[in-house]
């Protein structure tokens, strides 16, 4: 087949649009599709200081490639940096640190890397045996801890907006766990397009630019775009029952009957999203945060039927406050 764009041999279809396109206009109609997203939700301006949370694989390195040619087409726009959390997984963490790095110099970025032993107290690889006392998976303690380390290193950097790499995929999987365990609270307080802002300042507001690309579109991209994939899986994640994995599972089993699918529910999530009041909601979450949405502990926002924060939880858990 033909590329729609040009004469030239077309190297992927796009089924949802039935559209085929080469090499060129493949990398180009992504990018037009993370530029328009970002307009489309405002995400950010030239003014903002963005700062981009790096792990190391295919998303995050998309994502900072697309925001760094975004900003630098004008001359007064902050530095970007990105940020790399060192969950110390040996055998593992060691490989995405070094792609990475060498990426951020090839594309001269400031790249500051925060290791959980010396910020929250512990490694993964030293809070495994603690599991079954916790009571949780790995996966759950890496996520709390580095949704909060991103955060405050983006704060201390003066970032307006933390950028992650969450893609379309990503999305709709949070997006049905949500609905299969009926957290509407957690379906409205993540839109597609980020997070709502808090009245705190030291929460940095997340945005999701890649929101509206699926996850093969992204692995062909870093292919035509040289960038390096990272191919040592995660030693933990298979260890554990997850519910996202078997989401993804079933969404993918019924793409191949409904190319849409996708996008449908992340039209779905948005429209939920638009059907109620978000400022009632913030509203109210900031009436109660008054009485017992704040953490004792670090002052953060959490749970409106909590005292202290997850991370502080786990920290307190842990035995890692001196």
């Given amino acids: 087949m033909k590329c729609n764009y040009c004469s030239s041999k077309a ?133 709390t801890v580095r949704r909060r380390l991103l955060n405050d290193k983006a704060d201390e950097l003066g970032a307006d907006r933390l950028a992650i790499g969450h893609n379309l995929d990503d999305q709709i999987e949070t997006f049905l766990q949500n609905i299969v365990r009926n957290d509407l609270k957690q379906i409205l307080l993540h839109p597609p397009n980020g997070n709502i802002k808090s009245d705190k300042k030291e929460i940095v507001q997340r945005i999701k630019p890649l929101m509206s690309i699926p996850e093969k579109e992204i692995t062909l991209y870093c292919y035509y775009k040289d960038i390096p994939i990272q191919v040592t899986p995660c030693p933990y994640v298979e260890n554990f029952y997850i519910l996202r994995k078997k989401i993804q599972d079933f969404i993918n089993i019924l793409e191949n009957q409904s190319a849409e699918i996708k996008y449908n529910l992340l039209k779905i999530n948005e429209k939920i999203i638009e059907q109620v009041s978000l400022n009632y909601l913030e509203k109210e979450i900031n009436q109660k945060s008054k009485k017992n949405g704040i953490c004792k502990i670090c002052q953060m926002p959490c749970g409106l039927n909590r005292e202290i924060c997850y991370f502080c939880e786990l920290k307190k858990e842990l035995n890692l406050f001196l």
């Fill in 11 to 143: 190297v992927y279809h796009r089924k949802i649009s039935n559209e085929y396109v080469c090499k060129t206009h493949f990398i180009k109609t992504v990018k037009k599709k993370i530029r328009k997203t970002v307009r489309k939700y405002s995400m950010f301006s030239p003014k903002d200081k963005v700062v981009v949370g790096l792990s190391g694989g295919k998303d995050s390195l998309v994502l900072l490639f697309n925001v760094l040619e975004l900003q630098k087409r004008y001359s007064n726009s902050p530095i970007v940096e990105a940020v790399l959390i060192d969950e110390g997984i040996e055998g593992y963490r060691e490989e995405s640190i070094e792609i990475a790095g060498k990426m951020c110099r090839k594309w001269k970025t400031p790249l500051h890397t925060v290791k959980f032993e010396k910020s929250f107290g512990k490694s993964i690889d030293g809070i495994i045996p603690n599991l079954e006392k916790l009571k949780v998976n790995a996966c759950t303690i890496c996520g």
